[in-house]
């Protein structure tokens, strides 16, 4: 079955450290995304990607980066991690070939930055 | 910028109680996305309306979009434990894939 995944699950890491999460999907879907959910806040837009060699800033993209080699991977980097970066990450995936189509969600990733 | 604002934030339920949640937008919605979240976990995608007046069914839980599209409303009949997480609404509001979400309702259910 096609899936989307991401790795780790957890991550302890240390203020300045650099810090990157990774997000595979199996769909062949063009757009791929990042989130992150923080209580009071929801979910809010990190970065997104239409296709590969394709990357948009989101919401909240200060202090993160990504990038798009294939269609497959949308690897997200803290480029030196700070305690606000504290979170939980979800990666997803939609076809963007149709108005209207819903995106599929990974497990998350739970960041600490210590 | 459009927003998504759900009530209630969290409700607590018996076991075989029917209950309600609302999402109401901003703006006009072209498109409006149902997702449960269970705790720790990423969002299960539930249901998807995009026309004003629509309504959709999967087991127990019903979703409806109303006439001006700028109100959707989750209901769950004879509500079980397993239907207890987050349940977040969901829409793109620029058309561009760009989803915007509400801050989710929390529901629990009593057994």
Same mark, same amino acid.
């Given at each position: ?14 203020? !300045? ?22 209580? !009071? ?44 970066? /504290? ?8 076809k963007g070939q149709?108005?209207? /189509?819903?995106?599929?969600? !990974?497990?998350? /990733? ?5 | ?39 720790g976990e990423g ?32 209901h769950i009949t ?34």
């Amino acid at each position: 079955d096609a899936e989307i995944t991401q790795s780790p699950r957890h991550k302890i890491t240390e203020t !300045g450290r650099q810090v990157t999460l990774a997000c595979h999907q199996t769909w062949n879907h063009n757009n791929m995304f990042w989130y992150r959910q923080d209580l !009071g806040h929801g979910l809010r837009l990190i970065h997104y990607s239409y296709g590969v060699q394709d990357t948009n800033k989101g919401e909240v993209s200060d202090g993160y980066s990504v990038s798009r080699s294939n269609t497959e991977d949308l690897p997200l980097t803290l480029e030196s991690a700070a305690s606000s970066q /504290t979170s939980v990450y979800f990666c997803a995936s939609s076809k963007g070939q149709l108005m209207n /189509t819903e995106a599929f969600f !990974g497990q998350g /990733t739970r960041l600490t930055v210590v | 910028s459009q927003e998504l604002e759900q009530s209630p934030q969290s409700l607590i339920v018996q076991e075989g109680k029917n209950l309600t949640i609302n999402c109401t937008s901003s703006k006009t919605l072209y498109g409006l996305y149902w997702y449960k979240q269970k705790y720790g976990e990423g969002l299960i995608f539930l249901m998807m309306l995009q026309k004003g007046g629509e309504e959709k069914s999967h087991e127990k839980i019903t979703a409806k979009l109303d006439e001006k599209k700028q109100q959707s409303s989750l209901h769950i009949t004879a509500s079980q434990p397993s239907h207890a997480g987050i349940y977040l609404c969901g829409a793109d509001p620029s058309g561009t894939y760009k989803y915007i979400f509400g801050t989710g309702t929390r529901l629990k259910v009593l057994a």
